[in-house]
């Protein structure tokens, strides 16, 4: 018989790429902010994030179905979410991969493979976050590799030279980035989850998986190049994936290597559109029961 619940590993992959999704697009933002003590406003955002999450767990397990009006003001912001995400990560394809590809063509095929992906349900999306998982890892550890080949501790630069406020103020936008995809949990039916005695646990570690990654991808970045250089790119990322074309093993194959970078926005827009879809079938209830 086939198991239709969501097991443990593709809702903790689920949970991983949610988290991780926002500093990926939008990470220049907060550099940009907080500079050389950027590591400070991530370490801050982690613990209020993970705050943030314990609420959002708890809450979950006790959403049910509902009236209309919650269901059309809940689809209203998920599609605007959507929206924005969708003109990030086509922005971040076109200028990081396909500089002479047409804005409007690669949205139309990035809305379609989402909208294919979505077709499903919610355990199809978490099997494909799965999936990707195994992909992703080779790929973030060639990356590892390979950036650890060009890093210089010269640009080692003392913490806290910059403003409180701004570190703060990084730390709450980041927290920010990180939660916002994170509450797509929220529709995810409790009672599809295999094993719920042991499901928080597990989205913990997910979670604290997609932290060290965000560190680890900062720290690649910061000890790559001077903060300068890193604040005047929109998506400064590209600048680790750049360094490993300099080694002749990884010369033609940095930005296939890059792909992975990919992989956590695609699986939070079919996520999106994939609770839009079962908000309009009218499946889910938006409310707290008593």
């Given at each position: 018989m086939i198991n239709k619940k969501i097991d443990?590993?593709?809702?903790?992959t689920l949970t991983f790429f949610l988290t991780i999704t926002s500093f990926i697009l939008f990470s220049s933002n907060i550099i940009k902010i907080s500079k050389s003590d950027t590591i400070i406003s991530i370490i801050i955002s982690s613990i209020l994030s993970l705050f943030i999450l314990k609420v959002i767990l708890s809450l979950r397990k006790k959403f049910k179905l509902t009236n209309e009006i919650?269901?059309?003001?809940?689809?209203?912001?998920l599609i605007t979410l959507f929206i924005y995400l969708l003109i990030n990560i086509t922005n971040f394809i076109k200028v990081s991969f396909l500089s002479n590809g047409n804005f409007y063509s690669i949205i139309i095929l990035i809305f379609i493979t989402t909208l294919i992906i979505s077709n499903q349900g919610y355990k199809e999306v978490a099997s494909l976050s799965l999936i990707l998982s195994f992909i992703f890892i080779p790929l973030f550890?060639?990356?590892i590799y390979g950036s650890t080949k060009t890093l210089d501790l010269t640009y080692l630069t003392p913490i806290f030279t910059n403003n409180i406020i701004d570190i703060i103020k990084a730390s709450l936008l980041l927290t920010f980035y990180i939660t916002i995809p994170l509450l797509l949990l929220l529709f995810i039916p409790y009672?599809?989850?295999d094993n719920k005695k042991k499901q928080d646990k597990y989205l913990y570690l997910a979670f604290s998986l997609g932290i060290l990654t965000i560190i680890i991808e900062y720290l690649l970045l910061y000890f790559s190049c001077n903060i300068e250089i890193i604040t005047s790119y929109e998506y400064p990322f590209m600048l680790v994936i750049?360094?490993?074309s300099s080694f002749l093993i990884f010369n033609?194959?940095?930005?296939?290597?890059?792909f992975y970078l990919l992989f956590s926005p695609f699986i939070t827009l079919s996520l999106i559109l994939t609770i839009i879809r079962q908000l309009k079938l009218n499946k889910y209830i938006l409310k707290i029961q008593d």
């Open positions: 443990l590993l593709q809702i903790s919650n269901k059309i003001f809940i689809t209203i912001i550890i060639i990356n009672n599809e989850i750049n360094s490993l033609r194959f940095s930005y296939i290597i890059s």
